[in-house]
C-alpha cells in the first residue's frame, strides 16, 4: 500500500467517524429537543391547570363578594323597611285622640307607677286635664309636671328609679323584642 492509499484510507476512516460522530450528535440533539419540547409540554399542562385553578378561585371569591354585598344590601334594606314602620308607628301615636291616649297612658301608669311618682310631660300635651282626672292618677297620689325634652309619652320619675315611658322608649323596646318577627311576617 502506497502513502496515497494509506493517506485516502485515513481520510475515509475519518470521514466515515466524522459521520458516525455527525449522525450521533444529530440523534443526540433530537433527542434533547424532544426532551425539551415534552418537558414544555408538562409546564404548559400544569400551568394551564394552576391558572384554571387561579381563575376559579378568583370568580369564587367575587361570586361570594357578591353574594355577600347583596346580602348586605336586603339588609339594609329591611332596616330602613323596619324603621319605616316604627316611624309611622311613633306618627300614630303622637296623633291618638284623647280616648286613646288616656287609655294608654291609663295602663302605663297602673302598671309602673308607684305611689307619690311623678308624672312629666311634654309641655303640648293636649289632654292633661282629662289625665289629671283619670282614677289612678288620684289613687297612687301622682304629681304631674313638664319637660320640653319629651316629645310623646311620659317620664316617671319615683323615689328610687325612674321609668322611661315615652313613645321613642316603648317603641325601641317594641321592636328590640318583635323585629325578628316583624321582619320574618314582611319578607316571608
Not at 470521514?15 to 458516525?20: G, L, M, N, P
Not at 329591611?78 to 306618627?91: D, G, H, L, M, P
Not at 305611689?115 to 282626672?133: M, Q
Amino acid at each position: 500500500m502506497g502513502r496515497e492509499e494509506i493517506v485516502k484510507t485515513i481520510l475515509a476512516d475519518a470521514e466515515e467517524d466524522a459521520r458516525k460522530i455527525i449522525a450521533q450528535a444529530e440523534e443526540h440533539a433530537a433527542a434533547v429537543r424532544q426532551a425539551a419540547s415534552d418537558e414544555a409540554d408538562k409546564l404548559l399542562g400544569e400551568t394551564q391547570a394552576e391558572t384554571a385553578q387561579r381563575a376559579k378561585a378568583i370568580a369564587d371569591g367575587k361570586e361570594a363578594t357578591a353574594r355577600l354585598d347583596g346580602a348586605k344590601i336586603l339588609l339594609a334594606e329591611k332596616r330602613r323597611v323596619i324603621a319605616s314602620v316604627y316611624a309611622r308607628a311613633y306618627e300614630k301615636l303622637l296623633a291618638l285622640g284623647e280616648k286613646d291616649c288616656l287609655a294608654l297612658y291609663g295602663r302605663l301608669l297602673e302598671e309602673y307607677a308607684a305611689e307619690g311618682d311623678e308624672i312629666v310631660l311634654a309641655p303640648n300635651f293636649r289632654y292633661r286635664v282629662a289625665l289629671e282626672k283619670l282614677s289612678v292618677v288620684g289613687k297612687k297620689k301622682l304629681k304631674i309636671t313638664t319637660d320640653p325634652k319629651i316629645e310623646g309619652g311620659f317620664l316617671l320619675r319615683g323615689k328610687n328609679a325612674d321609668v322611661d315611658l315615652t313613645y321613642a322608649a316603648l317603641l325601641a323596646q317594641d321592636r328590640e323584642e318583635h323585629q325578628s318577627e316583624i321582619a320574618y311576617a314582611i319578607f316571608k
